[in-house]
């Protein structure tokens, strides 16, 4: 299975950007469908965002509001995350996920998870 390590969290304001990164290796990443989910605690990992293999998008509209923009690039094997407009509910645990599958929102059809970055965003 793919290794994944996830970067970019921090501290910020509300309306502040952020950029998350996953480094995939130890496997073909531009087979992999990518995701990314985060988890507050006492609560369960929620879905935000996915990429297919080919490219194509899909995003929790609750959570992303337009807002945030996944992408990847095959050829530095990682998938990124730009958030835009971050609001104090964005604060959690980010997990960037991957695994060969069309199920892209849940939680169980991906075998392979990163460490978490935390984010919190406050005044």
């Known amino acids: 299975q793919v290794q994944l390590v996830e970067s970019g969290g921090g501290l910020v304001h509300p309306g502040d950007s952020l950029r998350l990164s996953c480094v995939a290796s130890?496997?073909?990443?531009?087979?992999?469908?990518m995701a990314w989910f985060r988890q507050v605690p006492g609560k369960e990992r929620e879905y935000v965002a996915a990429?297919?293999?080919?490219?194509?998008?899909?995003y929790s509209t609750d959570i992303v509001k337009g807002r945030f923009t996944i992408s990847r690039d095959n050829a530095k094997n990682t998938m990124y995350l730009q958030m835009n407009n971050l609001e104090p509910e964005d604060t959690a645990v980010y997990y960037c996920?991957?695994?060969?599958?069309?199920?892209?929102?849940?939680?169980?059809?991906?075998?392979?998870w990163g460490q978490g970055t935390h984010i919190t965003v406050s005044s």
């Open positions: 990429i297919t293999w080919k490219g194509a998008t899909m």
């Open positions: 996920a991957a695994g060969h599958t069309s199920r892209l929102g849940e939680v169980g059809e991906y075998g392979s």
């Open positions: 130890g496997g073909t990443f531009s087979t992999y469908a």
